[in-house]
């Protein structure tokens, strides 16, 4: 028998079905609830229970960015057939056995909610005397990887009859001084970037090993995602090869702002000043290179012109006089770890002087913090800075790596655009400075391990971006200011490995080798990228004839594998933080991609794990930025729901119902009298494109949709745990907050839904949410898809043309907007959407999705950003036609293309038991299909669509 879709309660929007009418009748597939992660539980149970947390005893030491390592010694009279260690520590570590890297560790984690490794190591070992290493970093700084409640921490179990890896055991510890606490954090996401002296890693200082005088973790759990397979990624084009112009002395410094990630936002942040004494040989002009600050030469103010391509660089022209002449300046200390740099044409041959004397080698003298007001700068009488100013030396290496690569220029002869074949012309560059810039297919997301050949003391810079420079090189704080994306390492002397410990991603790595003194053979054997993407290769297709839609199916799923290790992230490179509006989309990527959804269960239950006291989930999780959006609090819900509606999987459902509770019972849901939510003084998101002003309002629009529909999403989820009378109360909410918007938002005379009570603006967010979640009567609808379509047509030109907050539609949103247009029998503006945008980011030649297609447009952003992927959703969906018929019940789903200009498709998509493959054909206006699929799934195809199936490889009804 064939069921009408109707009957089988097919969701139109194919995200959240409302369902409020018959959720209490509808029938859900109850599944057996399940641990996600029983499975990987060790057979004697708990592992670490004769274990204890231990750390290095390290005094008085900087808790920020500490290195300790970690190293067992045995021996064996045989190799075992199996022998595992069991390993957790705040915040990651780096293993190695006998010389060999293994693994790379832990996954992200909420502090109370602590995942640990298992790792077999019988292969690794030998007969005799073996070693394991543990290379453990502790953040101890702002991070979008880690929560502030953590602690320095190891952990280990393990071993064999023979030998017993517990901790502290025979465990050794030693402090590894080769890192610098005091490093700058890589972006406002990331931690410390590494600035590493090679030539001491091997030292280090010979610590005892305490027991963790606090114990901030929770119990200890197996790691739940998926294994890290660190196969090679090998770049695809060499952009850049030779040498760098030496034509610039650079000096500076670096400020420490202690109190940066505690102080209160919109607190004054403190500046400090600069004075230096500049000796010039004759009268002359001199064009500086300078950094943000306030200019004075000889006491005049000096202009300073910020018209430059090179990131977060300026120039300032100064008129010398004969002699001496007197340069201060003021600066704010923006970030935790401030640095400021000047450049000095060596043609010149002025010298810098931190006081009035040749003889004085410090170039600067530099300010006590204070408020700019109380910074008295020295005057061109005096002979040097007030006495509690500092001087300051000229080691570059004390300078931010990103800052150096920025300003550098590669020379007129550089090579550019080569093979990796041709790596053999340029591997070797006989000069001061040398540079390679790489190009990778999609994006890499790894650890960097390179093969140099330099001088004891060169410096080796390796920077990561999305964006191209000009030159040739990476356009490094072009995207965003206050991305210092480089690491640095000084080299020991000869050839060595180089690996960086920390997982960096973009599009492009730059590696600069800068020799200590004169000129040097700087030889760069090899580089690649040790991957820790998880999700494996792209095993899926799709074809139509759109040629459009063809590009983006593989492009959104390259660019959500390029974004995946243990967790979902919103881009490889800048954050590779997991938000929650970006698992929302990256959760139907999933799956589609493959069967296996543990990575985005993982995500889900983090964001479950770091819930904030007030009910309210954080934007991101794990971080330290603990604050929400809450209109992503509710997406959180959809994707619970969607997850479960997809899968079948209660067992999540169940372990996070207790957060979603906490979630509708939180404080900070602030009522008007009509029961509709406000959203003044929240932290409303969105979406790149709306209009700042509808992120808050009185009985705000967009969040009271999101409420309706995670409302709806909860009396499904609700009913299905068998908690009948919470589900009627989801419901009842659900009605309750869709009468009081009618009655308080809905324009009459415009056809749609004000964005807050009293607004003037556009609202197309808040509409294309009433379509996606079916508000209000069919009519309305209608003339909310009439008042949408004519913006919907413009929207990219008036992105591209506005910017960011015109009113627009961005990427993102789109996930809500296409299934919405298909649910309302308008594919041909879909597709039109579609073509429009993705034709778009097609034209720019990017084998990857960004973060919003304005900032592509501008060379800012992400350029690999898997929210943006719901073209490949609606793909799969709308024009394969493979939509859920039944919530929950992953064993009965829907056939039913819904397309305007398309005659054929074919694809293959994931399900839990295997692979569903579709083609289809239009011929004389009706769809010849055939389908395979899994043993025990039923098809369900509408009966008054024309839809023949001419071979079935499945149940059909």
């Given at each position: 028998m064939i069921l009408p879709i109707a009957e089988a309660e097919s969701p139109p929007g194919g995200l959240v079905s409302k369902g409020r009418k018959s959720v209490n009748g509808r029938r859900f597939a109850r599944r057996e609830r399940v641990d996600a992660a029983a499975d990987s539980l060790p057979s004697d149970g708990d592992p670490f229970c004769r274990s204890r947390f231990v750390w290095a005893d390290l005094g008085d030491a900087?808790?920020?960015?500490?290195?300790?390592?970690?190293?067992?010694?045995?021996?064996?009279?045989?190799?075992?057939?199996?022998?595992?260690?069991?390993?957790?520590?705040?915040?990651?570590?780096?293993?190695?056995?006998?010389?060999?890297?293994?693994?790379?560790?832990?996954?992200?984690?909420?502090?109370?909610?602590?995942?640990?490794?298992?790792?077999?190591?019988?292969?690794?070992?030998?007969?005799?005397?073996?070693?394991?290493?543990?290379?453990?970093?502790?953040?101890?700084?702002?991070?979008?990887?880690?929560?502030?409640?953590?602690?320095?921490?190891?952990?280990?179990?393990?071993?064999?009859?023979?030998?017993?890896?517990?901790?502290?055991?025979?465990?050794?510890?030693?402090?590894?001084?080769?890192?610098?606490?005091?490093?700058?954090?890589?972006?406002?996401?990331?931690?410390?970037?590494?600035?590493?002296?090679?030539?001491?890693?091997?030292?280090?200082?010979?610590?005892?090993?305490?027991?963790?005088?606090?114990?901030p973790w929770g119990r200890l759990r197996p790691y739940s995602g998926l294994r890290i397979p660190y196969f090679e990624q090998r770049p695809r084009e060499i952009l850049l090869a030779g040498k760098v112009l030496d034509e610039e002395t650079i000096v500076g410094f670096m400020c420490h702002d202690p109190l940066a990630n505690v102080r209160e936002e919109g607190a004054p942040k403190p500046w400090t000043a600069f004075a230096t004494w500049i000796h010039s040989p004759r009268k002359q002009s001199v064009c500086f290179s300078v950094f943000w600050s306030y200019l004075w030469l000889n006491g005049k103010p000096l202009p300073v012109d910020t018209g430059t391509?090179?990131?977060?660089?300026?120039?300032?022209?100064?008129?010398?006089?004969?002699?001496?002449?007197?340069?201060?300046?003021?600066?704010?200390?923006?970030?935790?770890?401030?640095?400021?740099?000047?450049?000095?044409?060596?043609?010149?041959?002025?010298?810098?002087?931190?006081?009035?004397?040749?003889?004085?080698?410090?170039?600067?003298?530099?300010?006590?913090?204070?408020?700019?007001?109380?910074?008295?700068?020295?005057?061109?009488?005096?002979?040097?800075?007030?006495?509690?100013?500092?001087?300051?030396?000229?080691?570059?290496?004390?300078?931010?790596?990103?800052?150096?690569?920025?300003?550098?220029?590669?020379?007129p002869d550089a090579r550019r655009n080569l093979s990796p074949e041709q790596m053999t012309g340029v591997r070797t560059i006989h000069g001061s400075t040398a540079t390679w810039c790489f190009?990778?297919?999609?994006?890499?997301?790894?650890?960097?391990?390179?093969?140099?050949?330099?001088?004891?003391?060169?410096?080796?810079?390796?920077?990561?971006?999305?964006?191209?420079?000009?030159?040739?090189?990476?356009?490094?704080?072009?995207?965003?200011?206050?991305?210092?994306?480089?690491?640095?390492?000084?080299?020991?002397?000869?050839?060595?490995?180089?690996?960086?410990?920390?997982?960096?991603?973009g599009k492009m790595i730059q590696i600069t080798l800068r020799a200590p003194e004169g000129v040097a053979d700087l030889v760069l054997h090899d580089l690649f990228v040790r991957s820790s993407q998880s999700l494996g290769a792209d095993e899926t297709s799709f074809t139509c004839d759109d040629p459009v839609l063809n590009w983006v199916w593989p492009?959104?799923?390259?660019?959500?594998?390029?974004?995946?290790?243990?967790?979902?992230?919103?881009?490889?490179?800048?954050?590779?933080?997991?938000?929650?509006?970006?698992?929302?989309?990256?959760?139907?990527?999933?799956?589609?991609?493959?069967?296996?959804?543990?990575?985005?269960?993982?995500?889900?239950?983090?964001?479950?794990?770091?819930?904030?006291?007030?009910?309210?989930?954080?934007?991101?999780?794990?971080?330290?930025?603990?604050?929400?959006?809450?209109?992503?609090?509710?997406?959180?819900?959809?994707?619970?729901?969607?997850?479960?509606?997809?899968?079948?999987?209660?067992?999540?459902?169940?372990?996070?119902?207790?957060?979603?509770?906490?979630?509708?019972?939180?404080?900070?849901?602030?009522?008007?009298?009509?029961?509709?939510?406000?959203?003044?003084?929240?932290?409303?998101?969105?979406?790149?494109?709306?209009?700042?002003?509808e992120r808050a309002g009185t009985a705000n629009a967009v969040i009271n949709l999101l409420r309706i529909a995670a409302a709806c999403a909860c009396a499904e989820m609700a009913e299905a745990l068998g908690l009948t009378d919470k589900a009627a109360r989801f419901t009842e909410d659900a009605e309750a907050t869709e009468q009081a918007m009618e009655r308080l938002l809905w324009n009459e005379s415009e056809g749609r839904l004000d964005a807050f009570l009293g607004a003037t603006t556009p609202a197309a967010h808040a509409n294309t949410l009433a379509l996606a979640f079916r508000f209000g009567s069919e009519e309305r609808r209608e003339r909310i898809l009439s008042y949408l379509e004519p913006r919907l047509?413009?929207?990219?030109?008036?992105?591209?043309?506005?910017?960011?907050?015109?009113?627009?539609?961005?990427?993102?949103?789109?996930?809500?907007?296409?299934?919405?247009?298909?649910?309302?029998g308008r594919p041909d503006l879909a597709e039109q959407l579609i073509r429009d945008h993705y034709g778009y980011l097609e034209s720019l030649g990017d084998d990857t999705l960004p973060e919003n297609f304005y900032g592509a447009d501008?060379?800012?952003?992400?350029?690999?950003?898997?929210?943006?992927?719901?073209?490949?959703?609606?793909?799969?969906?709308?024009?394969?036609?493979?939509?859920?018929?039944?919530?929950?019940?992953?064993?009965?789903?829907?056939?039913?293309?819904?397309?305007?200009?398309?005659?054929?498709?074919?694809?293959?998509?994931?399900?839990?038991?295997?692979?569903?493959?579709?083609?289809?054909e239009r011929i004389d206006g009706e769809i010849h299909s055939r389908i395979h699929a899994p043993a025990g799934v039923e098809i369900l195809t509408p009966s008054d669509r024309g839809i023949r199936a001419e071979e079935v490889h499945a149940t059909l009804r």
């Open positions: 900087p808790n920020r960015n500490v290195f300790v390592r970690f190293e067992r010694s045995f021996a064996l009279g045989a190799i075992p057939s199996g022998f595992l260690i069991h390993l957790f520590a705040d915040t990651r570590y780096r293993l190695w056995v006998n010389g060999e890297f293994v693994a790379y560790g832990p996954g992200r984690f909420v502090t109370q909610h602590p995942e640990f490794d298992t790792h077999e190591l019988a292969s690794r070992l030998c007969v005799g005397g073996n070693q394991i290493s543990v290379e453990v970093n502790f953040f101890g700084a702002s991070s979008y990887q880690s929560m502030p409640d953590g602690a320095p921490g190891f952990i280990a179990a393990g071993g064999n009859e023979s030998v017993n890896l517990e901790t502290p055991g025979d465990w050794r510890a030693t402090r590894m001084t080769a890192w610098r606490w005091d490093a700058p954090l890589f972006s406002f996401a990331q931690n410390p970037v590494e600035i590493c002296d090679t030539r001491l890693v091997e030292c280090g200082q010979a610590v005892g090993i305490v027991a963790c005088a606090e114990s391509a090179r990131g977060n660089h300026a120039h300032a022209q100064l008129e010398l006089e004969e002699g001496w002449n007197l340069l201060t300046g003021h600066l704010c200390v923006l970030t935790e770890f401030w640095t400021y740099c000047l450049g000095i044409p060596k043609s010149s041959s002025v010298t810098l002087h931190g006081r009035r004397d040749l003889g004085c080698q410090e170039p600067l003298a530099i300010s006590p913090k204070a408020e700019k007001e109380e910074i008295a700068l020295p005057t061109l009488e005096d002979d040097k800075a007030p006495p509690a100013w500092l001087l300051c030396g000229s080691d570059t290496t004390y300078l931010t790596p990103a800052r150096l690569m920025a300003w550098d220029t590669p020379a190009l990778f297919a999609g994006e890499f997301l790894g650890h960097i391990v390179m093969d140099v050949e330099a001088p004891e003391g060169c410096i080796l810079d390796v920077g990561v971006d999305d964006w191209q420079h000009e030159g040739g090189g990476l356009a490094l704080y072009r995207s965003n200011p206050f991305t210092d994306s480089a690491d640095r390492f000084l080299l020991k002397g000869g050839r060595q490995r180089v690996e960086v410990f920390h997982p960096r991603g492009t959104a799923l390259r660019t959500l594998i390029c974004s995946t290790d243990d967790s979902f992230s919103d881009c490889p490179w800048r954050e590779r933080g997991s938000y929650i509006g970006d698992g929302f989309v990256n959760l139907h990527l999933n799956a589609l991609l493959s069967a296996d959804l543990r990575i985005a269960a993982r995500t889900i239950r983090i964001f479950g794990q770091a819930q904030r006291p007030d009910g309210q989930l954080a934007c991101v999780a794990p971080a330290w930025l603990r604050k929400p959006h809450e209109d992503f609090t509710l997406i959180w819900l959809l994707s619970l729901h969607d997850y479960w509606s997809g899968t079948g999987d209660l067992g999540l459902v169940d372990e996070m119902w207790p957060v979603v509770g906490r979630i509708w019972d939180s404080p900070t849901w602030e009522c008007h009298p009509s029961g509709l939510w406000n959203a003044n003084d929240r932290r409303l998101f969105i979406d790149w494109g709306v209009i700042v002003e047509r413009k929207n990219l030109s008036q992105g591209l043309k506005c910017g960011a907050n015109s009113g627009h539609l961005e990427l993102f949103y789109l996930a809500f907007a296409l299934p919405a247009l298909a649910g309302h501008h060379s800012a952003g992400s350029r690999c950003h898997s929210w943006a992927g719901a073209g490949a959703i609606y793909a799969a969906r709308y024009v394969l036609g493979v939509r859920w018929a039944e919530h929950g019940n992953p064993h009965r789903l829907v056939f039913d293309p819904i397309v305007d200009g398309i005659d054929s498709a074919s694809g293959r998509i994931a399900h839990r038991d295997g692979w569903i493959e579709v083609s289809w």
